[in-house]
């Protein structure tokens, strides 16, 4: 009864943080738009612009609401904001929750394999290595996960594109699917094989971070009381690493994995312009460009929440491996 | 049962960064412990206990000098043979409670530590509820981890996890320490019914009055050497029967006795 009380009030103050956090980063995000010196009218007519005169710029402005003051404006977006509306993107003439949807369907498959791979990759890569110190093949996955650690993402993203698409051909160079096929003829074996190579970018990035730190947990463990103890009970390394090892590295790989979803996000903008995948990392370039308020507020927004949901996991999954956080369920026995 | 002669141990150490040097941590030590018995190795912080209860199970570091030799029943312990008999033949409690994985139940644990013996799954599990069962942990200890443990209950889940491989040679590194009073004689009690069963128990400890109440023989430790070997009831009225001038400072500094610390030795005595 009091548990449910209890649970009640932290997910209350949780939901008010989170509505907090969307504010501000909506109205940081808003008041970056605000400053940037791309003019909307000008992004949405494009080459067009020489061909308007200014009355009908003045129209289009005012039709859009451009003429209000800022705060006005946001106030306006706040407002249709609380009845669910999103607004409307001009980049896209559709709405915004649309444009959103769309994208992040395209976006989740490639992020979330990427994700997911760099997650159990960079975890038994870390293991393995962490399990002996110095070892060949320690030496060989630290050297690795150095490497791919300090590489950035669109350079070795255009290498892929070069050896695997443009030497090789075995890859697709860009996009979701084939040019010129209606979304919903693509097969679905096409969809994966225009996927292979930003997954395997992203992935190949993604996990040098993750095999980093769990090695060093790992290394730590090796090193402390717990496995002494373990080898003085007649255990293997292996058996040590299997047993002690991967309750304990799990808790950095699964901190680490939940919290980069942020830049994961960040990642895949500059892949999904290299590979011209029409993802949400792409419609929020275009949105930056061209001014679209709307749709990079929606997009904030949305991946804050993303975000947010990421941490909140990482809390609660923390409580499950480790036994400390736990609160304790039953009366600390006191008396043997 | 395990006999140890002019065991020399040195680690090495950096008084620069590039250079390396080596520290004498024991020196030409000699003693046996027998089949049967409690055999009490004390010492002052820093006399080396430790490292020797590790020399013998082979968890020096690599780059441990070792020097000596060990048998273990009259055949030569060299470190392939440690590694193939612990867990087995010798067992270790360990000092720190430090040594139970927080991340795991008590009852895994020693689990593990019996199939890490050798035993098959099933074999494993009844040897490890039979070792929980006999050390009195009952059901919320078994699933419990070791943070929600009681000092006494940790050590007695320590003791159960080396008694589980029915070891002949159990050394426990200081056992005792931070207990109160009912649970140290719990402790010492479990130790000698382990010799009552044949096995040989080294007690590892800094406390001299509470190693006597169950050891049949002790060894003095001081700074890596071994001071004396005695029978335990050498240690009796002024220390008389005692050859070593150490021994007998240690003996009469405790407060049953004369608690009478002798300048000499005032720095160690007040340690031991």
């Known amino acids: ?336 | 049962m395990l006999r140890i002669e002019q065991l020399s141990l040195a680690l090495p150490y950096y008084p620069r960064f590039w250079r390396r040097r080596f520290a004498t941590h024991l020196d030409q030590l000699s003693f046996s412990v027998t089949a049967g018995s409690v055999h009490a190795v004390v010492g002052a912080s820093g006399a080396g206990k430790s490292l020797l209860a590790h020399a013998i199970m082979g968890l020096l570091p690599k780059d441990a000098q070792l020097s000596g030799s060990c048998f273990f029943k009259q055949t030569l312990l060299d470190e392939p043979r440690k590694r193939a008999l612990r867990g087995r033949e010798l067992a270790l409690i360990p000092q720190s409670l430090s040594a139970l994985d927080p991340l795991a139940r008590s009852q895994h644990q020693v689990n593990w530590a019996a199939r890490r013996a050798g035993l098959p799954p099933s074999p494993a599990r009844q040897a490890a509820s039979q070792a929980l069962a006999h050390y009195q942990l009952d059901e919320r200890a078994r699933r419990a981890y070791p943070h929600e443990l009681s000092g006494g209950m940790a050590r007695r889940v320590l003791t159960a996890m080396a008694h589980v491989a029915q070891a002949s040679l159990v050394i426990a590194d200081e056992p005792t320490i931070g207990l109160d009073p009912a649970q140290r004689s719990r402790v010492l009690d479990a130790l000698a019914a382990l010799a009552l069963q044949g096995k040989a128990v080294m007690l590892i400890t800094h406390d001299l009055r509470h190693a006597l109440s169950i050891a049949d023989r002790v060894t003095v430790m001081r700074e890596g050497r071994c001071v004396e070997s005695a029978d335990a009831s050498a240690f009796q009225g002024t220390g008389q029967m005692l050859e070593s001038a150490y021994a007998r400072a240690l003996w009469q500094a405790l407060p049953d006795n004369a608690f009478n610390v002798d300048t000499e030795y005032a720095e160690e005595s007040r340690f031991a």
């Open chain 1, 1 to 336: 009864m009091a548990l449910d009380v209890r649970l009640a009030l932290a997910t209350l103050r949780r939901l008010l943080r989170l509505g907090l956090i969307l504010l501000c980063v909506a109205s940081v995000s808003f008041g970056l738009m605000m400053a940037s010196p791309v003019d909307p009218v000008d992004a949405y007519l494009g080459p067009l612009v020489a061909q308007v005169s200014p009355e009908q710029r003045e129209l289009i402005a005012s039709r859009w609401g451009f003429d209000d003051p800022a705060p006005v404006q946001f106030g306006r977006w706040l407002q249709q904001l609380a009845s669910g509306n999103l607004g409307v993107s001009h980049v896209y003439n559709q709405p915004v929750g649309e444009v959103i949807s769309q994208r992040f369907t395209r976006s989740i498959a490639l992020l979330g394999s990427a994700w997911l791979l760099s997650l159990l990759l960079g975890f038994t890569l870390g293991v393995v290595a962490g399990a002996k110190e110095r070892s060949a093949l320690d030496k060989l996955i630290s050297a690795y996960a150095y490497l791919t650690a300090s590489t950035p993402t669109f350079w070795l993203a255009l290498l892929g594109v070069l050896l695997f698409s443009v030497y090789l051909g075995w890859a697709p160079a860009c996009c979701a699917g084939p040019v010129g096929v209606p979304s919903q003829d693509i097969h679905l074996a096409t969809r994966l094989h225009h996927l292979v190579l930003p997954v395997a970018t992203l992935t190949l990035l993604g996990t040098a971070s993750i095999t980093l730190h769990t090695r060093a947990r790992m290394v730590a463990l090796m090193r402390s009381d717990i496995a002494r103890h373990a080898f003085a009970q007649g255990a293997r390394r292996a058996d040590i690493a299997w047993r002690h090892g991967v309750r304990h590295a799990s808790l950095p790989a699964l901190t680490l994995a939940l919290a980069s979803l942020g830049e994961l996000f960040g990642g895949s903008i500059l892949i999904e312009q290299v590979f011209a995948y029409p993802g949400l990392g792409q419609a929020t370039v275009e949105a930056g460009l061209r001014s679209d308020v709307p749709l990079l507020l929606g997009i904030a927004l949305f991946t804050t929440l993303f975000v947010s949901i990421g941490n909140t996991l990482a809390d609660s999954l923390y409580h499950m491996v480790d036994p400390r956080m736990r609160r304790p369920s039953k009366p600390r026995q006191t008396t043997p």
